[in-house]
């Protein structure tokens, strides 16, 4: 053991006793509970945010032997259930809403401590665009407050070994210099069309950061940029603006009208991650990294939405004429996360936004039927 992880012990930094042998991963439900049999509470020595940085980046991934994706039908927890089960997971937990409403705290905790996970993905989240997040601002805070200190909680109730949050680049300051580092959370004022929704999410990461800090977890939070991906919601009131163009370009050319109308000017700059993407870099997270501070997942590279619609059209094989509804709010002007902490771990992405584009729509063409939010 060498110096850095001897003094992260003796700090009693929980990601070493996260750290499951590779033989011991996989195994039942059941067999899921704290190896030691001791209450979380007993095992949870306070740890110093320097004690905890010392056992930053995990040399080996960590494995666990029963994860809970919470959110697993949405865009993001699907994707991350067919990341996992590919790599090999097979004790992973999931409920549905109607299974378990993670708004109530009482059944969040009665299944945490009958399901006894080891590691926890934070996916379950009320979630919308610029349209939905002004309409009802009271159930974006409100909901995803519970939602997250419910599943927080319960985690660290139950011996959760490794809570994976996910944020959003939403909690970065309106006018955060470009590209946005980690450090800018805080920094200034944010976009207030979504506040209500960042604002949630940053005390969401403030409660993983200060269960790190206080009882020396190991909950970690991942700021993903904007997402797109089969199970994307294409209702256009609850829509993100990837999936509310390609609905739209679809439309136009099914109705054979070339005038498509856009939200805003065109002009904003924003970053877009494939699920699938975001999928395994989540994964690589969970078993590689150990800090209490954020840490941003994207691409590294953004584009008009006017240059993102000529993308759609050319993927959809559609020649549009575009009209720009200029009543309508723009939003942050640009949104680009550095991502150079996470491309020094080793990660990086793979499916560029043709192809990922490419893929979404014969996705959609083929499973036109359960498309979320598009009755036809
Ligand atoms: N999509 C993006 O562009 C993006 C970007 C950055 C960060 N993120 C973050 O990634 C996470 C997942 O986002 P997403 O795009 O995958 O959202 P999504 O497709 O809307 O999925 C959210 C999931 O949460 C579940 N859920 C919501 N409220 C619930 C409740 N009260 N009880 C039980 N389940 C509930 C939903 O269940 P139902 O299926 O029943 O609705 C759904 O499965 C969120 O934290 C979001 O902030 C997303």
């Known amino acids: 053991m060498d110096g850095a992880m001897q003094d992260a012990r003796q700090a009693g930094c929980l990601c070493y006793l996260a750290h499951a042998p590779l ?10 509970r ?7 509470y007993q095992r949870s020595t306070p740890a110093l945010f320097d004690g905890a940085q010392n056992c930053k980046y995990q040399r080996g991934p960590m494995m666990f032997r029963s994860v809970y994706i919470a959110g697993h039908k949405g865009l993001v927890g699907s994707a991350l259930l067919r990341n996992l089960q590919k790599n090999g997971y097979r004790n992973i937990l999931v409920r549905t809403r109607q299974e378990l409403d993670l708004r109530q705290s009482d059944d969040v905790h009665n299944f945490f401590s009958q399901a006894r996970p080891e590691a926890v993905v934070v996916a379950a989240a009320k979630v919308g665009g610029i349209k939905a997040n002004s309409e009802y601002p009271v159930d974006f805070l409100l909901e995803n407050l519970q939602i997250q200190n419910n599943l927080i909680a319960a985690s660290f109730e139950s011996g959760v070994k490794k809570l994976l949050f996910l944020g959003s680049s939403c909690v970065y300051p309106k006018l955060a210099p470009q590209p946005i580092r980690e450090e800018s959370l805080l920094a200034g004022p944010l976009e ?9 999410k940053i005390a969401g990461i403030k ?22 991906g089969p199970g994307d919601n294409f209702d256009l009131d609850k829509s993100h603006v990837l999936a509310a163009l390609i609905r739209k370009v679809h439309e ?12 805003g000017t065109g ?38 939405i006017r240059e993102l619609v000529e993308v759609v059209a050319k993927v959809i094989g559609f020649e549009i004429e575009l009209e ?41 063409l083929e499973s036109s039927a359960q498309l979320r939010g598009w009755g036809h």
């Open 252 to 263: 136009a050319k099914s109705s054979n009208r070339h005038v498509v109308a856009i939200w």
């Open 23 to 32: 033989g011991a991963a996989f195994e039942s439900d059941a067999d899921s």
């Open 207 to 228: 409660l993983c950061q200060a269960y790190a800090q206080q009882y020396g977890r190991n909950f970690v939070c991942a700021m993903p940029t904007n997402i797109y």
């Open 324 to 364: 720009f509804d200029t009543t309508k709010p723009d939003g942050t002007p640009q949104k680009l996360l550095d991502t150079s902490r996470l491309l020094a771990l080793g990660w990086k992405p793979r499916i560029s936004l043709p192809d990922g584009i490419r893929q979404t729509y014969q996705w959609l």
């Open 192 to 200: 207030p069309t979504n506040e209500p929704y960042a604002i949630a």
């Open 34 to 40: 704290c190896s030691d049999g001791a209450s979380p």
């Open 267 to 304: 002009t904003p700059r924003r970053e877009f991650l494939h699920a699938d993407d975001l999928a395994d870099a989540l994964r690589f997270l969970l078993e590689n990294y150990d800090s209490p501070e954020i840490i941003n997942v994207g691409c590294g590279e953004d584009l008009t």
